[in-house]
């Protein structure tokens, strides 16, 4: 794990769109696994300025989300696939196709159908090679994807229940009404998660740093989800000040950054 820390959240966006231009430029397999959530827009609006300059399209990719609410009507502004849609596709934004954007089927009944998503939703990225390269972010209380904490290590895409904590912190994206939050999703499982061949994961802003610090440097448990990533090969985590005020080897963090970079 090699950790990056940037002065603010502009500087995250920038260091991270590069690498994940350089690295899916050198992709066999040019699929990419995105994520939602206020954390990657930054990354998404410099792939935007670098696709309109001629220096990156996702025109021969496919993308993956990572998770999807139950319960929204096909088409709602905060499903992640509308968001996904606004952030990504077309050749307005990065080029990518929308047939080409994968996300898992929400609209379906709970718990058989929504079951049977989850199953297809797996399969579906197995059969097509896989995920080269994975965006993540992280919740307060340590999930990545939707995978709350006490979720199994090695869990494959599933049906869950969202957390209290996040949906209150989802809410602002629902008029703040806590009520209009979905209470299940589907989600790639942790296990899902780890079988990418690169992970990159953005966190900014002082909320995030208990998280950060526990994932990075804590001990690998399911109290915190994203702490499984310290078992992977290959994985970036690009945070800024705020988010990096609670990692106690930062000195390490810094040379192991600029010399394995």
């Given amino acids: 794990m090699k950790v990056g820390v940037f002065t603010d959240e502009a500087a995250v966006a920038k260091a991270a769109a590069a690498y994940l231009m350089e690295t899916m430029d050198a992709a066999t397999v040019c699929n990419l696994g995105v994520a939602t959530g206020s954390t990657p827009l930054p990354l998404y609006a410099e792939l935007r300025a670098a696709h309109a300059d001629g220096k990156f399209s996702l025109a021969k990719a496919k993308a993956f989300a990572l998770d999807e609410y139950i319960g929204l009507e096909f088409g709602h502004s905060e499903s992640y696939r509308k968001v996904l849609q606004n952030e990504l596709v077309g050749a307005d934004k990065v080029g990518l196709a929308d047939e080409n954007l994968f996300t898992p089927n929400g609209n379906v009944d709970v718990p058989v159908g929504a079951r049977e998503a989850a199953d297809a939703y797996d399969a579906l990225i197995r059969d097509n090679g896989g995920v080269h390269l994975q965006i993540l972010g992280i919740g307060s209380n340590g999930h990545i994807g939707f995978n709350e904490p006490g979720t199994s ?72 989800p994203a702490s499984i990533l310290q078992m992977h090969p290959s994985v970036r985590v690009y945070v800024d000040e705020a988010a990096a005020a609670n990692l106690s080897g930062r000195d390490m963090h810094a040379v192991r950054w600029e010399v394995l970079a």
């Fill in 153 to 224: 290590l090695s869990s494959r895409t599933h049906v869950d229940a969202l957390a209290r904590q996040t949906r209150e912190d989802n809410a602002r994206f629902f008029d703040g009404d806590l009520g209009k939050v979905p209470e299940m999703c589907i989600t790639q499982g942790l296990g899902t998660i780890l079988e990418a061949e690169h992970i990159m994961l953005i966190a900014t802003g002082a909320a995030k740093a208990h998280a950060i610090a526990q994932a990075v440097e804590g001990p690998i448990s399911s109290a915190c």
